[in-house]
């Protein structure tokens, strides 16, 4: 262990921070909206355990223009998690602290979790904990192992039918628990596998359209850690269901994976350690495998495998969340089992112990350096998941900026434009303008200094429609074609960049970096002449090489 003071922020009961500026600014939009009385004065008439809690009292939205950004995190472990060890108390105090609106728990399927009833004990905790913690959306999910392939997050909104929905869902389509994992070209079952995924999907939007529950979602968790999600499954999965299957992790957790003197000299921002394996798809490259900023080399390549999909016209967004299973340098240990005890029959493991000496781990707290804002017009759970499924979504690590806000208009058109995640509708040869307003940051990050956004890069692909080969991860007409350096800007501030004619449809979306560490992107300079590049092994503070990535617009011409 490094020898070196243990770090305030790797224990959840030391509250030394402030609250997040921008959550007091978010709080302050909602209150003077009447948006958070009117949700709050329901949860506490109705006991907080149902989505009506946080709906029947909902004031009249207002308005697109007017969205507020929430900040959440969907994928985080508790002691329900046979290789995590906090408590959802732990969890949530740590949550409020880092300023954040929501969050999803999401245990892993195993047979303890399945046969142990822990997602029924797993309810009974989360209920305790919203009322405990009414200003928190706490969402229950589920880690799902795809068959065939990597992890999902599942999740809907508190209901009559939550927890029926992720039991069933598990026992009847979980590959761990199947048995069903093998995902590699020649093997047999593979094609069993991924059929049986997309059959899951199905079923899940079945259940959403028949209004057994009001709503459920699934995002790809950290796609290419394993080179195990193919482009074409990633394609089948958003195309079975593309209601529901709304995106992918654009950056992983584990980010403090890489503290110099603290994980090993081989250690990965990620904890992208890898190799390609046998169940890997052939096609990805080496480079595939390690984290560029960070961020996944899916989301990080411009021209690759992110911008291939959003290249067919279709919306697939991006987030960025802990996955939180143990915190570097925090001081808490498993709690020890009672005789007879373990996870397969119980479901759960035994509350920590804090043992006052830094223990192993590679995470932060939920909302504590990674990120992901939703737009939002009213608050409650199933405002945050249409803000998702909306593509209102921008991430950001270390808290880089404190609010961004996207337009895409016309040249002196009407209104404000067409924001993250939407469609703007021209005819051909009308010029159009992209509107960026950045609220920059305002609180000392991790090393006492403020962060400092230094350039924003414009990235413009061509909409080509569906790919004739599933497995194409490129996108050749996709490059960045205007950097705006905003070093020297502070406060509130807004570019506005002309994108010239549509001559043909588009989107584009935005890229923004502290500067500190980038270079020529994976498909060369000509593409991407300052992208984020890998660190070197086992020395990579990730506090001193952030980005941010919001989501996409697109711009449909028609005659």
Request: glycine letters at 12%; zero cysteines.
């Given at each position: 262990m490094p020898d070196q003071p243990l770090p305030q922020w790797a224990d959840p009961d030391v509250a030394t921070d402030a609250l997040d500026p921008q959550q007091v600014s978010r709080r302050g939009l909602l209150r003077s909206a009447g948006l958070f009385g009117a949700a709050f004065a329901g949860s506490a008439l109705l006991g907080q355990t149902?989505?009506?809690?946080?709906?029947?009292?909902?004031?009249?939205?207002?308005?697109?223009?007017n969205l507020v950004y929430l900040v959440g995190d969907h994928h985080v472990h508790s002691v329900y998690s046979?290789?995590?060890?906090?408590?959802?108390?732990?969890?949530?105090?740590?949550?409020?602290?880092?300023g954040l609106d929501w969050m999803v728990l999401t245990e892993h399927s195993n047979i303890g979790h399945a046969r142990a009833g822990g997602a029924e004990a797993e309810h009974r905790e989360i209920v305790k904990a919203r009322r405990d913690n009414r200003r928190m959306l706490l969402f229950q999910g589920l880690e799902w192992y795809i068959p065939g392939a990597e992890h999902c997050t599942v999740f809907s909104p508190p209901g009559r039918h939550e927890v029926e929905l992720l039991t069933r869902f598990e026992e009847a389509y979980d590959g761990k628990l199947l048995g069903w994992t093998a995902g590699g070209p020649g093997h047999p079952d593979t094609a069993r596998n991924e059929a049986h995924a997309v059959k899951a999907l199905a079923w899940l939007d079945q259940q959403r359209r028949r209004g057994y529950v009001d709503d459920v979602l699934v995002l790809a968790n950290h796609p290419l850690r394993l080179g195990i999600d193919s482009p074409h499954e990633l394609r089948a999965w958003r195309d079975a269901a593309p209601a529901i299957m709304i995106g992918m992790e654009g950056a992983p957790g584990a980010q403090a994976g890489a503290f110099p003197g603290w994980a090993g000299p081989d250690s990965i921002r990620g904890e992208y350690v890898n190799q390609p394996s046998e169940n890997s798809w052939p096609g990805y490259p080496?480079?595939?495998?390690?984290?560029?900023?960070?961020?996944?080399?899916?989301?990080?390549?411009?021209?690759?495998?992110?911008?291939?999909?959003?290249?067919?016209?279709?919306?697939?967004?991006?987030?960025?969340?802990?996955?939180v299973?143990?915190?570097?340098?925090?001081?808490?240990?498993?709690?020890?089992?009672?005789?007879?005890?373990?996870?397969?029959?119980?479901?759960?493991?035994p509350d920590p112990v804090n043992t006052t000496e830094p223990q192993p781990g590679g995470d932060f707290w939920p909302g504590q350096f990674s990120r992901t804002h939703v737009g939002v017009t009213r608050y409650g759970y199933r405002d945050v998941m249409a803000g998702l499924r909306a593509g209102r979504v921008w991430v950001d690590h270390g808290q880089l900026v404190d609010g961004i806000d996207v337009r895409v208009n016309r040249r002196h058109g009407i209104g404000r434009g067409v924001t993250l995640g939407g469609r703007l509708r021209v005819r051909r040869g009308e010029n159009i303008e992209l509107t960026v307003t950045v609220t920059t940051a305002t609180r000392p990050g991790h090393h006492g200094e403020i962060p400092r956004l230094a350039h924003l890069d414009v990235i413009r692909g061509a909409v080509r429609g569906p790919v004739a080969d599933r497995d194409d991860w490129r996108a050749p007409d996709t490059k960045v074609v205007h950097t705006a350096d905003v070093e020297d800007r502070r406060g509130r501030f807004t570019l506005r960049i002309?994108?010239?004619?549509?001559?043909?449809?588009?989107?584009?979306?935005?890229?923004?970096?502290?500067?500190?560490?980038?270079?020529?992107?994976?498909?060369?300079?000509?593409?991407?002449?300052?992208?984020?590049?890998p660190h070197e092994p086992g020395n990579g503070d990730p506090w001193l090489d952030t980005w941010c990535y919001p989501n996409p617009v697109f711009v449909d011409v028609v005659r």
């Open positions: 149902t989505a009506e809690a946080h709906t029947e009292a909902r004031t009249p939205a207002y308005g697109d223009p046979h290789d995590a060890k906090y408590t959802f108390s732990q969890l949530a105090r740590a949550a409020s602290r880092y080496a480079a595939a495998y390690v984290t560029y900023g960070g961020f996944d080399w899916a989301t990080a390549t411009v021209g690759g495998l992110w911008d291939s999909m959003l290249a067919e016209g279709k919306l697939f967004s991006v987030t960025s969340n802990s996955d299973h143990r915190v570097a340098y925090d001081t808490w240990k498993n709690g020890d089992w009672l005789p007879g005890q373990n996870f397969d029959n119980t479901g759960r493991l002309p994108l010239g004619r549509a001559d043909e449809s588009f989107y584009v979306r935005l890229r923004g970096s502290d500067g500190r560490r980038n270079g020529p992107g994976f498909l060369g300079a000509t593409v991407d002449p300052h992208g984020p590049v």
